[in-house]
């Protein structure tokens, strides 16, 4: 999905935060508050791939351009791509694997092969692999509602670069079939350039300056009349024909989309669902070694402190606001160069201080959350979270807090006294206090009469991001 | 293969065509017209490894090295052995897997194991893999005509560098039992030094003045009488006793060659056939993700326009004459320094205009054909190509032209419509003229009167390469 | 097992051999005595992480960053844990994937599962994976020895870079817990924040100043009370409870711990054994790809000359002395650089000639042998070596001595007359001599009276490293 357009800024809802920040106990660092949380993309970190008034491709900044840290990044590349309703992003394909996730509307993706073509009704939670080089088009069929699709692209080629290569071609745009020469289209279509030209490809030689003037502006600014396009309701139908929908009993398919939603979710109360399709459970995730969740998590309510034992989780804050704490190292990002060093001043101090990461989530948002790091998220109104895991396989979500899968609580009852300061009994009677698992409040419940106060506490931290 | 020898210029078939350039249309590009096409290796881009008066081993320059575009080859080299009949390339092991294809002659492949040695008569088409680390030999059963061997190696140690063990030592080189000290080699085999000397390594010592100097002459010249030697019509015919063939019947088990022409062709008409073999089909290819290809087109025809969905091909000209056409994107190998920049500098052009990359291809040229590139091959005289295809599981090719497999002809109707200029009507009519699937006549045959004109056209555009 | 402490020298046993060097022969290359010996890293070439008077945790250098030639090592770290007599390393987490090998001692190491917990009672030869992100401890559950364990580390979020996530918070460092906020904290245990830092996280605010003061000092001093801690013969004796032990039938169940010494050795003889567990015989170490082996060479003998056909096996000396000799070429780790010159400055000399690596063993050495590269090691007293190879499934080893998979002997006999300066008779005759395989007396048996002599001469090189 690279196409020529200038990149400005995305400023996709309205007002962005633009000084995302780190919130920093003043006991455990003297850094500088100021400085950057390198686990928070806000959504200003993508790059407007194309616009037009029928929508709009934007593309992460690679992770691993960010930061040092997300070296085992370098070859996933995150897109989102909007439309308004009743269009179609034209036939097009590249150079990488994509995971499609829906995230709001509904959908007609057709996929085509060289015998037949599939075509298929998404609509929210609907997921799919479209793998390298298979071209495709998508159709927004809905009259009302805008579509909106998270792409994890993995990039065949070159790491982390994806390259489109259009089908159509149009007024400010080539056909990657113009790339052939004259005499190469005339013995392949077996028929006259002048034909070919006409019937495939453009006519720009007889194009009056006029419009080519118009393109070259419209082109400065990002708009472009031709990848996304208007569609009919008739067209739509057409397209529905034999489309099929996300199998309702399985996700277990080769080719065809699963709905995050179908399966009971992995965990749920009355505070928050999760929802995950990991490749163990479904053929097409198993190559790319790749999970894809959905988490829910109800207004003043908090997905409680867990790690992921070897998967790295690139979370989209889909709707709904709220808040992540992530813990992880000081000077977590500047490690590398500190290891290095260390190998030639022997003597020098090693900091692996623990550090809290902390950040405010709006839609738009993206936070990567490593493999080991403990991680907390909080709602302050109904958070939907949509989250692609790399190295996937086999991962394993321990909780520090809960009833159930709390792993803390099956440490030995000596070692629990000699890795606590309290003793084995007040540790299990402490780690016996919350009944939730998995989701809770996100006030103790043991004392609600304190919660009001406590609400405007965390307000006012918040507030200071 | 890596042996010490000065290392030239390769002029492997007479005059060699140093310009390789690029031909751009106008309308789509500015650029200079004698730039390098980065996907074309003429024969010149080969190092000579060795060579003496039996034959030479010439290994091609790092992909890696030559573009940026290229750094998913970084661990595959491609090497090129040749040797006059009845000779033997004397047993060595490498730290490369070996991916071997014989592209002309007739020889006998002996590969050692710790309890037995397998011996193999191969021929033209004859394929097999050779695990890193297998001592083996190669001799040129044929009384008259030259052995060809293409060698894709994948390097077990270090990325894209081979290093070859000699087992024999000789005059000017050493055998690596040479490296061990005379302790351990007189524990090792029982025996005095003297004897082993004697008996597996050279006598340096004792050799006169007079043929050390001459030695380093040799040396210099790249001029090296031991590497391959020859090896008499009785010592042929000891080598030959149990010597297998490649199967005829299947190219599935494991150990042994298989030859690409022994399956059906996967595409086949009068104008060419193509031979493939993929990691799916053959056990040996699987663990390395390789496929292996070999494709006829005849003169005057040409292989029509497809890309590869996934895999990257490494495709050798063998025999004949003919030119291929690539379609890309402008600047492609200045993107990845593009977009550094694009994450700096916000709001810059981005330039993703498809370009076209064409040359004209001579017996010993490689092109590289990257995953989603369109390609189309003409052949101006009979042109044999055989490919090594990286990444190739799963790897599907979809035909842009022609009746069969054409992924064009697969969209529906509406977006027909709204993807090119012509009606549907128009496009269907259009893709309906070519007859012919995979392989048609370089000339379009409606117009049988214009040919002789057309040919004259093209000769004149490729006299300016 | 990144701690953080000051980075000393570690004077593991005593009196190190700093200078490494490499013999040369004279004959066979002109370089530098003096130079290092790159696949040698001696016993101080590691980093202290972790060090008080209960124990310590040394991390070897980075491969890659030693030298090129170890590219293909850089997400490969090499730890050793050390410990006394009943004490406890505290349960924390890695973001790495362990191999564990008890090099001596006996352990009771526990596994936690959000659902359950395993232990396992460990002694020598004992191996077991423990994936990234499994809260783990391990204590040394014997009332004198001490514990020694190497760990293979094999890190999942940066290449050759281990975190570790500590459980338990004491004066001196912190628990990963402390790092959520305090909100986060009251939430999610559902209670006050005081109860949850005086049972969980130590209690820093009410820290006199001269306890803080002391903690510093120590902390300078790389001496932290409290990463690994004393534990009571009681406690012990509740770890023990229901500790399994590995499996004495057969080494291929999923999760548990395997002895290197319970199967049949692969190699023996009365001068040595060869234990090795291999990825195809363990499901462990399948997606690792990783092999596991230990040697016991006798006093006096000598493992044959042999090679691995695709592994490179990172190899720990444990006990005994003895001397390694490596085969290579000449300034192999300075190829890359010479490869680059050599496509600017064609007819440039390429440097391959065969070089003698060698060096003395003591305990804590560890050497690398890259695949392909002749390796020979002799013991001047009882030796006991313990080895992890990379790239381990379908690796063969090929041995170029001895009666038994003596690949050298495969040769067909015309062959071995050209590629050897004695007749084929005389190689047969010669290879013959040696009626051990595997191992084999250091001094040749067949001039027994020569001995003598030949052990003093061996002394003198040795000697002088």
Known sequence: M???????????????????????????????QHQENPFLFKSNRAHKLFENENGHIHLLQRFDKRSKIFENLQNYRLLEYNSKPHTI????????????????????????????????????????KLPAGTIAYLANRHDKEDLRVLD?????????????????????????????????????????????????????????????????RRRQQGQEANLIVKVSRDQIQELSKNAKSSSKKSASSEYEPFNLGNRDPIYSNKFGNFFEITPEKNPQLQ???????????????????????????????????????????????????????EEEEEGQERSA????????????????????????????SNLYLVGFGINAENNQRNFLAGEEDNVISQIHRPVKELAF?????????????????????????????????????????SGGF
């Open 152 to 216: 994890l692209a993995i990039p065949v080629n070159r790491p982390g670069q994806v390259q489109s290569f259009l089908l159509s071609g149009s007024e400010n745009q080539e056909s990657f079939l113009s790339g052939f020469s004259k005499n190469i289209l005339e013995a392949s279509f077996n028929a006259d350039y002048e034909e070919i030209e006409r019937v495939l490809l453009e006519e720009h030689q007889k194009e009056p300056q006029h419009r080519r003037d118009l393109r070259d």
């Open 353 to 380: 201080q623990v550090q809290r990461y902390r950040a405010r989530l709006s839609p738009g948002d993206i936070f990567v959350i490593p493999a080991g790091h403990p991680v907390a998220v909080s709602a302050s």
């Open 421 to 461: 300061p309290g003793s084995a009994q007040q540790v299990d009677r402490l780690l016996k206090n919350q009944k939730q698992s998995y989701f809770a409040n996100a006030q103790p419940q043991q004392r609600e009469e304190e919660s009001q106060r406590k609400r405007g506490h965390i307000s006012s931290i």
């Open 2 to 32: 690279a196409i020529k357009t200038p990149f400005q800024l995305l400023m996709l809802l309205g007002v962005v935060f633009l000084a995302s920040s780190v919130s920093v106990s003043s006991r455990r660092s003297d850094q500088d």
């Open 287 to 341: 190559d790319l070694d790749i999970l894809v969740n959905a988490v829910e998590i109800k207004e003043g309510s908090l997905l409680l402190p867990h790690y992921n034992s070897r998967a790295t989780i690139i979370v989209t804050a889909v709707e709904g606001k709220g808040e992540f704490e992530l813990v992880g190292h000081r000077n977590e990002n500047q490690q590398e160069q500190r290891e290095d060093e």
């Open 89 to 128: 992003f034209l036939p097009q394909h590249n150079d990488a694997d994509f995971i499609l996730a829906v995230l709001s509307g509904k959908a007609i993706l057709t996929v085509l092969n060289p015998n037949d073509r599939n075509s298929f009704n998404l609509e929210r939670g609907d997921t799919i």
